[in-house]
């Protein structure tokens, strides 16, 4: 069955330090990956995509992520983080099956210290 | 351009009762999906609509039910509510074959007692 596991529920990072957030995903082939940002009361916001091509994409305000697949993995980084990136994150894997369906995963909560 | 719109933002309902949720798409798209996120955890996908038919259905009871009308809009009902059902709704839209090219709407919060 298809999976995303994000093992972290939350990291806090200093203001100005880099971060990675890791996700980990189970499918038979290569689907679509997906970063999704998400602040308090608010819908979700995608920050990028993979499909195919380079591994390494780059997304809104920043941020990065590189498909691994030997790992299975499509972890989400910035070099700097700003004290607005405090916010839920969620990876998520879109596939073709008679339509297209997204799973997410659990999220990680993203705290910045001043 | 107006994106995916939702109404209600916030409802209160009572156990057993039943509610019905509503979604207009971003223009041009003709594909609506609906994912229930409970607090705390990521959106899980309920059901996605095309040409007024259910496509796709996640792993949720018949207690939840939709609609989708001539002009893409979309409803999602849920009958014999449960406090479990308490989480904030969301709706997403795209073009049929570009499904992954998702917006999604703000969300109603609905609150079970």
């Known amino acids: 069955a298809q999976s995303v596991t994000q093992p972290d529920i939350h990291i806090t990072v200093s203001e100005g330090a880099s971060l990675e957030l890791r996700c980990n995903y189970s499918?038979?082939?290569?689907?679509?990956l997906f970063w999704y940002v998400q602040s308090p009361g608010q819908g979700l916001q995608l920050l990028l995509k993979?499909?195919?091509?380079?591994?390494l994409v780059q997304g809104i305000k920043g941020f990065e992520a590189e498909f691994k697949r030997s790992q299975s993995s499509f972890n989400l980084r910035k070099p700097s983080v700003h004290w607005s990136d405090a916010a839920e994150y969620f990876c998520?894997?879109?596939?073709?099956?008679?339509?297209?369906?997204?799973?997410f995963g659990a999220g990680t909560r993203l705290f910045v210290k001043a | 351009d107006a994106g995916v719109t939702q109404s209600p933002t916030h409802l209160i309902k009572t156990r057993g009762q039943q509610v019905t949720l509503r979604c207009s798409p971003k223009?041009?798209?003709?594909?609506v999906s609906w994912y229930q996120q409970a607090l705390g955890q990521g959106p899980q996908f309920i059901f996605q609509?095309?040409?007024?038919?259910?496509?796709q259905r996640g792993n949720f009871p018949d207690r939840f039910s939709g609609h989708q009308f001539p002009n893409y809009s979309s409803e999602l009902n849920v009958n014999a509510l449960l406090l479990g059902d308490s989480a904030l709704y969301l709706c997403?839209?795209?073009?049929?074959?570009?499904?992954?090219?998702?917006?999604f709407g703000p969300g109603t919060r609905l609150t079970v007692t």
């Open positions: 997403a839209s795209s073009l049929i074959g570009q499904g992954y090219e998702q917006y």
């Open positions: 499918y038979g082939a290569t689907p679509y």
């Open positions: 993979y499909f195919s091509g380079d591994t």
């Open positions: 998520a894997v879109g596939f073709n099956t008679g339509g297209f369906k997204t799973i």
């Open positions: 223009s041009g798209h003709d594909t």
């Open positions: 609509y095309y040409e007024e038919e259910e496509r």
